[in-house]
């Protein structure tokens, strides 16, 4: 009695909360046309806290039946699966509060499986344990994975289309990422989904990071944000920045170190595939048909010229790239510039006494029209087993969730990227810049399908800083058999 007593009046504080805090003015993208009623007048399509409403029909209730999710674990997967109540991390308290809130919307219960690792360095055997599962009969409604197996699940037929469920799943409502969707398409086929649904994937977002005391210091420099306000923040732009700022301020090593300072660094080389996403490149595309194919861009002149002149820039002493975790330089002041993600700055802004800045990563040059985005792997990509009986109710339960976490967990996240450390408004515009500017690439979401040294993402990623040659076409011409070979068996299994 009195665990539902604490249940009950947590789902009571979390809406007296939800109706008192994180109001935001919609945005441009979540306005649509009111509806006319039968009465002829206009019904908001908002609710109170300013959130575009979604469709659920009130009054569902499946009678507290069990819908089973097979999760992940791993610490950066507690974002996203808060099983027990946690005090003490603000995003995990309101995704709590956001699976109570479902539950008692929908009356169901909701049984996260979070018995199996499955980051990154477990993902084939997450994989393996879980197909296994599957065959064996373990009851499982939906998969809610880190974001490369799933495709190994919907090649491997454990998934179902979600497009066949768009009575209740509504992609076009802003709690689902629309350029998720359009990149992630096969033979007109959705088997995965992202979004609010997942506050990882907006954590995991990669940033540029700029030093704010440095950039103000050299007077032949300019806030590189203005820049990116006006569109101009270009490859060449971060090249004149990165220039002629090294400084060994490491006496006690001769040469280049980690003690030294710089003009920018990446925390890990991750990071690298935020450089092809900003310039609008991609690993991996889809043809006319449907079909996975290697991107005519991977070809291109566009990424042989980044290619080399990325390489020529870490071979160079104002880039530094880490054999281990690097972010420490930027937060003790040695580097203009960093390569990070939204968590990682997160974890570490209590370590810096400089002001510090947020950036997208540059555009190609002012001829792009948009800035993109792009993000780490560990965010929750969510899917509908062919093992789900009750299809409906696995359906209104994705919804809700991802309903629930736009109107909950994703204002918290806001909040603290945002608003929290430091009142900077030009930061908050940075903020939305990025988050609204994301991409997805087949290339990334399939890398768990290629051996990792003959997959596209490593051919680019680990040239940029192991002193490699800049020949791009020889590089590609020596991998592009074996990448073949690999996208036929894919394309293959969905039926091609």
């Known amino acids: 009695m009195k665990k539902i007593a604490f249940l009950l009046s947590l789902i009571l504080l979390a809406t007296l909360l939800f109706g008192c805090g994180g109001k935001t003015t919609p945005t441009e993208s979540e306005k649509t046309d009111a509806p006319e009623t039968n009465a002829g007048t206009t019904e908001n399509p908002y609710d109170e806290n300013g959130y575009l409403k979604d469709s659920i029909p009130a009054g569902l ?42 539950q008692e919307r929908l ?24 197909e296994n599962a599957l065959r064996s009969g373990t009851t499982v409604d939906l998969i809610a994975c880190y974001s490369q197996c799933a495709a190994n699940f919907s090649a491997d037929g454990f998934l179902r289309d979600l497009n066949e469920y768009g009575s209740i799943l509504d992609f076009s409502k802003p709690w689902w990422s629309a350029s998720l969707l359009e990149g992630v ?83 890990d080389s991750v990071v690298g595939d935020a450089f092809l996403a900003s310039n609008g490149l991609k690993y991996l595309s889809t043809d006319d048909e449907g079909k996975l194919i290697i991107a005519p861009e991977f070809r291109g002149t566009a990424i042989y010229d980044l290619s ?48 510090y800045g947020y950036l997208p990563f540059p555009k190609a040059d002012t001829t792009q029209k948009e800035y993109y ?4 792997f560990p965010y929750t990509m969510w899917s509908m087993t062919t093992y789900c009986e009750n299809t409906e109710r696995a359906a209104y339960v994705m919804e809700a969730l991802a309903s629930g976490g736009y109107r909950t967990v994703q204002p918290k996240v806001y909040d603290l990227l945002k608003y929290r450390g430091q009142d900077d408004p030009i930061n908050a515009k940075m903020f939305d810049l990025i988050i609204s500017s994301k991409t997805y690439d087949m290339g990334r979401i399939f890398a768990n399908e290629f051996t990792w040294e003959d997959s596209p993402v490593a051919l680019f990623r680990k040239r940029l800083y192991n002193n490699a040659s800049d020949d791009w076409y020889s590089a590609l011409n020596g991998k592009v058999e074996s990448m073949q070979r690999v996208i036929d068996n894919i394309n293959s299994r969905f039926g091609y």
């Open 61 to 102: 209730d499946y009678g507290n039946e069990t819908v089973r999710v097979m999760g992940w674990s791993n610490s950066e997967a507690s974002y996203d699966f808060n099983t027990d109540y946690a005090k003490g991390d603000e995003i995990a308290e309101q995704t709590f509060s956001r699976n109570e809130l479902v």
């Open 107 to 130: 009356k169901v219960v909701l049984d996260f499986n979070l018995n199996y690792d499955g980051g990154n360095a477990d993902r084939s055997e997450y994989v393996s344990n879980v």
């Open 185 to 267: 398409t096969i033979n007109d086929k959705l088997y995965f989904a992202s979004g609010s649904i997942s506050a990882a994937g907006i954590l995991q977002t990669f940033v540029m990071s700029v030093n704010m005391r440095l950039i103000e210091a050299d007077q032949t420099l300019i806030d590189p944000r203005e820049l990116a306000q006006e569109g101009l923040w270009t490859m060449e732009e971060f090249y004149n920045i990165c220039r002629n700022a090294y400084l060994d301020t490491n006496n006690e090593v001769t040469g280049k170190d980690a003690g030294d300072t710089f003009g920018y660094i990446g925390m």
């Open 308 to 355: 080399r002149d990325l390489i020529a820039c870490f071979k160079s002493d104002d880039y530094y790239y880490p054999s281990s975790y690097s972010y420490d330089i930027f937060t003790e002041g040695r580097s203009i510039l960093a390569g990070t993600s939204f968590l990682v700055l997160m974890k570490n802004r209590e370590k810096m006494t400089d002001r």
């Open 373 to 376: 985005s792009t993000s780490g």
